[in-house]
């Protein structure tokens, strides 16, 4: 299996940017890749990285450097409905199988 | 757009059950999943298979069981429900080609009295 760390919850202003941290340890890494959940939804897929360095899509980024385990998900111009629970997964070489962080409850505030 | 269902969003089942939860999906996708989502411990694989009537085991699969006889339809199965396996229940489905994400169902909140 897999060892996959995040910050339980995170507090931040509308406007602002915000940036939340996974750290993970694998026997066999083949991607990784930041899931979105709103409460009582399912999660949806915001990015994924194979290679190191920063990967952008519109308000969100996303940053992997794989010698060090470590992965975060830059979110800009933070707007209310931003307010979700980020998912940190990490794909294992075979079977495609994911892990999951225990996610990171963002509260967006006014 | 891919279309992951579930069959029921609520359900209240007594113990010592058998639970059958549905789930399909309508992009002919080779893997799916099926996994359970508690607080504090996120979401976590029961089971998962990668072609009919293959499957295999995730992290914590005692006490379910699955079925998967078409493509488009994989199904868990609580043998005999305990309230232990009171909880969110999350199916997902993916393409068997490199890099590519799952895509989720809306989930079966299962109470098991």
């Known amino acids: 299996g897999q060892n996959i760390d995040q910050p339980t919850e995170m507090t931040a202003t509308e406007g602002a940017i915000v940036q939340i941290n996974c750290t993970y340890q694998?026997?066999?890494?083949?991607?990784l890749f930041w899931y979105q959940q709103h409460a009582g939804e399912a999660p949806t897929f915001l990015s994924y990285?194979?290679?190191?360095g920063l990967e952008e899509k519109g308000r969100f980024s996303s940053f992997l450097s794989r010698s060090k385990g470590y992965s975060y998900l830059l979110l800009k111009e933070l707007q209310m409905k931003d307010s979700a629970s980020y998912l940190c997964?990490?794909?294992?070489?075979?079977?495609?199988?994911?892990?999951f962080g225990s996610g990171t409850k963002l509260n967006v505030k006014p | 757009d891919v279309k992951v269902t579930q069959s029921s969003r609520y359900l209240v089942k007594r113990t010592g059950e058998k639970v059958f939860l549905e789930c399909v999906q309508d992009?002919?996708?080779?893997?799916m999943f099926w996994y359970r989502q508690d607080p504090g411990l996120g979401l976590r694989l029961i089971y998962f298979?990668?072609?009919?009537?293959?499957?295999e085991k995730g992290d914590i699969p005692e006490g379910y069981s699955v079925s998967r006889e078409k493509k488009e339809r994989f199904s868990l199965i609580l043998e005999s429900a305990s309230t232990n396996q009171t909880s969110m229940y999350l199916c997902?489905?993916?393409?068997?080609?490199?890099?590519?994400?799952?895509?989720f169902g809306d989930g079966t909140r299962l109470s098991i009295l």
């Open positions: 997902a489905s993916s393409l068997d080609r490199w890099i590519q994400p799952q895509h």
């Open positions: 694998t026997s066999g890494f083949n991607g």
């Open positions: 990285n194979v290679l190191d």
């Open positions: 997964a990490v794909r294992e070489h075979n079977f495609n199988k994911f892990y």
């Open positions: 992009m002919d996708h080779e893997n």
């Open positions: 298979s990668y072609d009919v009537k293959m499957k």
